[in-house]
C-alpha cells in the first residue's frame, strides 16, 4: 500500500491565509504594517528567483515588503552599516540577507550583526541558544515548516524515534531541537555515520537533509514511517533536460512509508510560508503587541 503524500503545497496556502487574515489587526494596533526587507547582493539567478518570491508573498499577506539590491563588489562594512541601519529602522521588523554571499563577506558575521528580534531565518545564534533551551526565538523557517507538517499528520508526536540526517545549522541542527521539544527521541545522522541504513530502519519519523540525491533507500524506511524530504536536488533527466528530485528514493519509499512529502510540492512551498509568519510574529513582538502563537 502506497504511502499517504503530505502536501506541503495545500498546507502552505492555508498557513498564508492565517497569517494574512492576522495582518489587519496587527496594523489597526501598531498604525502600520509588519515590514520585512530582504538584502540581495550580486546577481546568484537561483537567489533572484527566491527574493523575488519572498517579495510576492509578503505583499500577498499585507505585509510591507522592501528588496535593496547590492551589487556583487559590495564590501563587508558596507553590508554590515546596512543591517545596522535596518536594525534601527522601527518600521523593519524582520531582515533577511539572501545567502550565499560573495567570497569577499563573512556570512556568519552578517548573520551575527542582524537583531535578533529581527532575524527571521532564525539563523541568529541568539536564536538558535533560545530554541536549544526551550526559549521563545525566531525559529528557522525550513524545520519549522518540517514540524507543522508532522504535526498536522501524526499529532502528538511524544515518545516517536525520530532519526535527522543531515546537521546543517540551517536545517538539521534546529530540526533536532524541535523534535526533542516535542518529546521524541532524536538521533541526527549524517553521510558518515556507521551503519546509516540500520539507523534510519529505527525510525518512526525520518527528516532527510543531507544534499545527495536520493541517497536515502526504500528498504532503508520502516514500514509506516512518517518520511520529510527537505532535499532539492537537480538530476540529468536524459535528452539535455534535468528534474528535481529529494534527498529520500520518493519511487521505493513510497511503498514502505506510512507518510511522505513529494520533491517538489512538500517542504519547499513550508518555508517561504514560515517565512511570513516569523514576520508576524516578530513585529508582535517589535511593536508589543500581543500574539498568540498558537493560532499561526
Not at 519549522?144 to 546543517?168: H, N, P, Q, T, Y
Request: charged share 25%; glycine share 10%; net charge negative.
Amino acid at each position: 500500500m502506497s504511502a499517504a503524500i503530505i502536501d506541503g503545497k495545500a498546507f502552505a496556502e492555508k498557513l498564508r491565509g492565517r497569517v494574512a487574515a492576522l495582518v489587519p489587526a496587527f496594523e489597526a494596533q501598531a498604525g502600520r504594517k509588519p515590514g520585512l526587507t530582504v538584502v540581495l547582493v550580486g546577481e546568484d539567478p537561483a537567489s533572484a528567483v527566491y527574493v523575488r518570491s519572498k517579495g510576492k508573498a509578503t505583499e500577498a499577506a499585507g505585509m510591507k515588503s522592501d528588496t535593496i539590491r547590492l551589487p556583487a563588489e559590495t564590501s563587508q562594512a558596507e553590508l554590515l552599516e546596512l543591517v545596522d541601519k535596518l536594525n534601527a529602522d522601527e518600521t523593519v521588523d524582520g531582515i533577511l540577507v539572501q545567502l550565499p554571499l560573495p567570497k569577499q563577506i563573512d556570512e556568519q558575521a552578517i548573520i551575527t550583526a542582524i537583531d535578533p528580534n529581527k532575524d527571521v531565518d532564525g539563523f541568529h545564534p541568539v536564536n538558535a541558544g533560545r530554541l536549544a533551551t526551550g526559549l521563545e526565538g525566531l525559529v528557522p523557517c525550513t524545520p519549522l515548516g518540517c514540524l507543522l507538517l508532522l504535526k498536522d499528520r501524526l499529532g502528538d508526536l511524544a515518545g516517536k524515534e525520530a532519526v535527522v540526517i543531515g546537521r546543517s545549522n540551517i536545517v538539521g541542527k534546529p530540526m533536532a531541537q524541535l523534535l526533542l521539544g516535542e518529546s521524541c527521541t532524536v538521533t541526527v545522522a549524517h553521510s558518515k555515520t556507521r551503519d546509516l541504513p540500520g539507523v534510519v530502519r529505527r525510525a518512526d519519523i525520518v527528516v532527510a537533509a543531507v544534499g545527495r540525491p536520493e541517497m536515502i533507500k526504500g528498504d532503508w524506511i520502516k514500514p509506516g514511517a512518517a518520511v520529510i524530504d527537505v532535499g532539492i536536488n537537480r538530476i540529468d533527466a536524459g535528452e539535455g533536460k534535468t528534474r528535481l528530485v529529494g534527498d529520500v528514493a520518493f519511487d521505493e519509499a513510497v511503498d514502505v512509508a506510512g507518510a511522505i512529502t513529494p520533491v517538489p510540492g512538500g517542504v519547499g512551498p513550508m518555508t517561504i510560508a514560515v517565512l511570513l509568519r516569523n514576520t508576524l510574529v516578530a513585529a508582535h513582538r517589535n511593536a508589543g503587541v500581543p500574539l498568540e502563537t498558537g493560532t499561526i
